[in-house]
């Protein structure tokens, strides 16, 4: 790293039209986050001070998931796609004042690691260019080196048969110290086969004034690109069998793990067992001997030790579980706290909502916390009943120890220790039931 530190730029301009697709290829998902994400997850781990994204194709539909993914992040506009050598100098302007290093990532190559990019950015080496040895070179650029040093990179395009033999390939990411990064970006050329402006000339352009480039290598695995639907179904592929085997060594028991769908950010304590059929979207933290049931969808929420989710439970945004809670099945809770102790059986919603420690929620209960406009809270103190199919409309508060009776729609406050009843009186008509079946029965005869 140096002292002026690191900036980030990430390229997602293309429109990728080998994925048949209207939507931006570096929105499709992967682990449930859209590729653009997971490189912006792994370059977080530098701690940029800056972070620009190069968008073009469908920008304003990227400018809207990055503004989700990462608030700080900036948005250079790449009308045209002219190369990646013109995307980047659609970045410079929001450089301005930079001039620390800027390393150059792509927003579908989600598998570069967090650590190799630590490792480029800090290269001493003027320009760094991070390569790998191929399997099967196929069409990628070659990374042409003379003793330590990169000498250039040359397009498979542009390759004569001598250097179309080299295995060191291009991944494309590379890290440039800004002042030369502007210098160089703004001498480049289109001369070449498909007449773009490519970012990997800046090797020859360097090395021309007498800078050093070098090579910074990686697995091949960390570049693999997301051209087409196959390609995104092998790399879903690969992700979740990685997280599973990172999992399973952690020491969280997956009863079957291959069933089991994990986002980049999940995060499970050893100890904890997942049933089969759970998928954890974005945002996921389990804490050390919990248990999610089979069948269940959890996103956006914490579940302390010693909770139970499910099974065929839905866990939203914002859901906060205690220790000790347990939550059955079809029941769904969002944006809500669920205090130590609390049992929640089953078929029950629980949206804007506080729950005391030790209160039990019957069957059917509704926080009725939307009223067409606005959200409203639904407050329980603790150890409170709520009666089966409860329908708390809020905003209302339930006083500790309170009770509310089943069957009953809750429109005021409950005070504490109180039973609150909100239903008509039964009235039974004797000999109706009877009637009204004959008269049905006859009805149909005719």
Known sequence: MTKQGVALVVLAAGQGSRMQSDLPKVLHRLGGVPLVGHALLAGRGLEPCRVIVVAGHGAEAVTRAVARLDPEARIAIQERQLGTGHAVAQALPLLDGFEGRVVVLYGDTPFVAAETLAALAAHPADVAV????????????????KGDDLD???EFKDADEATQAITLCNSGVMAVDAGLL??????????????????????ALARAAGRRAAVVTCAEAETLGINTRAELAAAEAAFQARRRAEAVEAGVT?????????????????DAVIGQNVVFGPGVTIESGAEILPFCHL?????????????????????ELGGGVHVGNFVEVKNSI????????HLTYLGDAEIGERSNIGAGTVTCNYDGVGKHRTVIGPDAFIGSDTMLVAPVRIGARAMTG????ITQDVPEEALGLGRGR???????????????????VK
């Open 338 to 345: 669920l205090s130590e102790g609390v049992k929640v059986g």
């Open 406 to 409: 089943s069957g009953s729609v």
């Open 182 to 203: 502007r210098d160089l970006v703004g001498r480049l050329g289109n001369d070449n086969a498909a007449g773009e402006y490519y970012l990997t000339d800046v090797v």
């Open 130 to 145: 991070l390569g790998f040895e191929a399997a099967d070179p196929g069409r990628y650029g070659r990374l042409v080196v």
């Open 299 to 319: 996103e956006g929420c914490h579940v302390s030790a010693g909770a139970t989710v499910g099974p065929f439970a839905r866990l939203r945004p914002g859901a």
């Open 254 to 270: 997956l009863a079957d793990p291959a069933t089991v769908w994990f986002a980049p950010d999940t995060v499970i304590g050893r």
């Open 426 to 444: 039964q009235v039974n008509k004797p000999g109706l039931a009877a009637r009204i079946m004959q008269a049905l029965r006859d009805s149909k």
């Open 152 to 154: 250039r990179i040359v």
